[in-house]
């Protein structure tokens, strides 16, 4: 059984440790480079999903001894959040900033919503995801972007 002591030192731990590293970017430069590829990004979200969902699992099994793993809870916590992360970097810099073109809302509006509902919803998963390790929301993540990578390529 855990005690709350350790729960509040792991939680402090990742607060401070969140607040004082370094944060780097990796978005797309918004210059027309023709250096990404649409399907290298969807991957990527894929890989980034699979990563969160790795990590959850492995804090989830980490607290059970939370003590013992603090060091590894931490690593696994600050991991979870920095793909969360990306995620939203994605899915707001490169795809809604870039990809989705305003001009299908009169072409195609219902795809265009389409896309832009799965962007949103991509969005706050990730940002649930952030917030706890409840497995079902990874896997939820991972519904929508499958959803959106089939609303992306479909002709």
């Excluded at 607040?19 to 649409?38: K, M």
Aim: glycine content about 2%; aromatic content about 6%; hydrophobic content about 35%.
């Amino acid at each position: 059984m855990k005690s709350h002591s350790s729960t509040y030192i792991i939680a402090a731990a990742a607060a401070i440790f969140s607040f004082t590293s370094a944060t780097t970017v990796d978005a797309h430069c918004q210059v027309p480079c023709g250096i990404y590829s649409d399907d290298t990004v969807l991957k990527d979200l894929h890989t980034h999903q699979a990563t969160i969902a790795k990590a959850m699992q492995q804090i989830n099994e980490l607290s059970k001894d939370a003590n013992k793993n603090a060091n590894q809870l931490t690593r696994w916590v600050n991991n979870k959040e920095e793909h969360a992360t990306k995620i939203q970097e994605t899915m707001s810099q490169y795809f809604l900033a870039q990809r989705l073109k305003l001009d299908e809302k009169e072409s195609n509006k219902e795809s265009y919503l389409k896309k832009l509902t799965l962007s949103h919803e991509i969005i706050v998963l990730a940002m649930k995801c952030k917030q706890g390790t409840d497995t079902g929301n990874a896997e939820k993540l991972h519904k929508a972007i499958d959803a959106f990578t089939t609303a992306y390529t479909a002709k």
